[in-house]
């Protein structure tokens, strides 16, 4: 132990102290690397702390920022943002399957590409998109407010119905529709109307010969044919109800759109129905129609030189129509335009045809299709065709919204600048996923088959121009 300590002492003496400047200089290095710690960390610190105001600011201050108002009732980011997600998802499902018809069938009607073009302008324009929602979500609260006045709800189990209907289940049995008229049945005319026109005689019934209504009783299809075996249905379960709902639930979270946005929509749209059921309830199922026939001319010296003629029974108004009005369609019926209530026709024809008695000739009335004399056959109080009646519904309750909207002019408000800011571009087709979704295949595979199908038309063209160079 002794000569341990003895080697001890000696290594210490042994070993140079640092000097003044070398403990100064060491030091020195020590406060910087405890300085540059610091700073580190304080840029560290700033770095969370921003990264923190981000996060509270994206999913909690952002979306509860009020971006309109109705009344007392408040649009959220976050609302308007899902509505926004849902309206687009919807939109693209729309262009799908128009564009899937036109493949199928061509453009038949001629507005098919006009739909498209539509549908694409909204989903390309923040504008337009933005004031398609927030329009729709102000009727919502407006149709909110009026039905917590009433007292009107939809319940969970409301809910549930709504959803079932939606995947066409019905637990108690498919409903049986209910057949209304398609057309309204028209009155008796008088001996006085019937003087005014000839109706057109109703072609005579054709007999059926007598193996045609022997083959009318056979039936269309063999019931049981040999060696097929019979098919039956799949029962439409609850399962499977639910299956389908839940793939529709897979579908809106990939356009994220999430289930409580689809229900609240839901629920929105059952509040609406009840509404619109109580507002229309009062709607006639009849109306005063009028049958009436005109000539349509250019000028007022034309329908004036009309006017006399009839008035003093020169010609019959038939034979005038078809020789001078303008309106071809009616001319070849003797200008006969048939029955039609109210908001059918341009407002100053409406009034001067419902002002008429039967069988008077009118002076000549102005519109912006020309000089019209008009001539009333029959006015009657008619049952409306079912159509009809549910346009007149129609038009009742978008005439109280607006009305309401004119109420609440003031009491609404719109944030445009933080609506076009916060308006989702998602989803859309530049989404593998929602492509995929949408159209049941990858855009890869899409892309592979497109260009197969190029190649074979691209071969096809190729093997008629050999064909025409060789012949």
Avoid: C
């Avoid at 923190?52 to 999913?59: K, N, Q, S, V, Y």
């Avoid at 019209?372 to 129609?394: D, G, S």
């Avoid at 609440?408 to 609506?419: C, E, F, M, P, S």
């Amino acid at each position: 132990m002794p000569n341990r300590n003895k080697e001890q002492k000696h290594k210490a003496a042994s070993t140079p102290q640092p000097t003044k400047k070398q403990q100064r200089i060491s030091q020195k290095e020590a406060q910087q690397k405890k300085l540059l710690i610091t700073i580190a960390a304080a840029i560290g610190g700033v770095i969370v702390i921003i990264l923190l105001i981000g996060m509270i600011d994206a999913f909690f201050i952002t979306p509860n920022k009020v971006i309109a108002t109705v009344g007392e009732e408040e649009i959220t980011v976050r609302e308007y943002q899902n509505q926004a997600r849902y309206l687009r998802w919807q939109l693209l499902q729309q262009y799908v399957q128009i564009n899937q018809i036109m493949q199928l069938f061509g453009d038949y009607d001629g507005n098919q590409q006009n739909q498209m073009n539509q549908i694409g302008q909204l989903l390309e324009s923040k504008e337009f998109l933005g004031t398609e929602v927030l329009n729709s979500m102000i009727e919502d609260k407006i149709i909110l407010m009026e039905t917590r006045r009433l007292g009107i709800t939809a319940s969970d189990e409301d809910l549930d119905v709504k959803l079932q209907q939606g995947f066409s289940y019905y637990p108690e049995g498919t409903p049986t529709p209910v057949e209304v008229p398609t057309t309204a049945a028209l009155p008796t005319l008088n001996a006085t109307q019937l003087s005014l026109v000839t109706p057109t005689p109703s072609p005579e019934p054709t007999q059926l010969a007598d193996d045609a209504e022997e083959s009318i009783e056979e039936p269309l299809i063999e019931e049981d044919v040999a060696g097929e075996p019979e098919l039956t249905p799949t029962p439409y379960t609850f399962e499977l109800y639910e299956q389908n709902y839940a793939d529709y639930l897979s579908d809106l979270n990939i356009a994220g759109v999430r289930e409580t946005t689809f229900l609240e929509i839901q629920r929105g749209i059952i509040l609406r129905e009840r509404l619109y059921d109580l507002l229309t309830a009062d709607i006639p199922a009849t109306e005063e129609q009028v049958w009436a026939r005109h000539i349509l001319v250019a000028n007022e010296t034309d329908a004036l030189s009309v006017v006399g003629q009839l008035r003093s029974d020169q010609m019959l108004f038939e034979d005038l129509a078809l020789l001078l009005s303008q309106d071809t369609t009616s001319a070849e019926r003797g200008g006969d335009l048939g029955w039609f209530g109210r908001g059918v026709m341009v407002p100053e024809f409406e009034e001067a045809a419902f002002s008429l008695e039967i069988g008077e000739i009118s002076d000549p009335v102005q519109t912006t299709f020309g000089y019209h004399v008009i001539q009333v056959i029959a006015r009657e109080e008619v049952p409306v065709t079912a159509q009809r009646l549910t346009l007149l519904k129609e038009e009742a309750f978008q005439n109280w919204l607006d009305s309401q909207r004119l109420i609440l002019a003031d009491q609404i408000t719109i944030n445009t600048k933080l609506r076009d800011q916060m308006t989702p571009t998602e989803p859309s087709f530049s989404d593998a996923r929602v492509y995929e979704a949408l159209l049941g295949i990858s855009p890869r595979d899409a892309a592979a088959t497109q260009a197969v199908l190029d190649q074979q038309e691209a071969e096809y063209f190729e093997s008629l121009e050999q064909q025409s160079q060789e012949e």
